[in-house]
């Protein structure tokens, strides 16, 4: 798809308008839906209130226990030997008539 074939969406300013209204009508509906949820959530008018008679709750507790596991070492069953890098031959002597040819 070339450069050209994309639309360019400044140019087409009704579509963003049209977006736009839509977008200000949800937020709209919204807002109602919550108002109209919040007048409806009231309070009941009477609240029974226990008596005083009524039995403490009574709560107990329990000894935790935490286990703790030590961590394991790491074996391998290969022998892997450090091994030195290659040793560089010495460079060649310079004759005395100049480089080696």
Do not use: C, F, H
């Not at 140019?11 to 949800?26: H, K």
């Not at 226990?65 to 310079?94: F, G, I, K, Q, R």
């Amino acid at each position: 798809m070339a450069d050209d074939d994309e639309p360019i969406w400044a140019d087409q300013q009704s579509l963003m308008v049209g977006a736009g209204v839509a977008v200000l009508i949800l937020v709209a509906v919204l807002v109602y839906a919550v108002i109209r949820t919040s007048d409806s959530s009231k309070v009941p008018e009477t609240v029974s209130v226990p008596s005083s008679s009524a039995t403490p709750s009574t709560y107990t507790t329990s000894s935790t226990t935490t286990t703790s596991y030590s961590m394991p070492s790491v074996e391998t069953s290969e022998s892997n030997p450090v091994v030195p890098p290659p040793v560089a031959p010495p460079p060649a002597p310079l004759t005395p008539g100049g480089p080696p040819r």
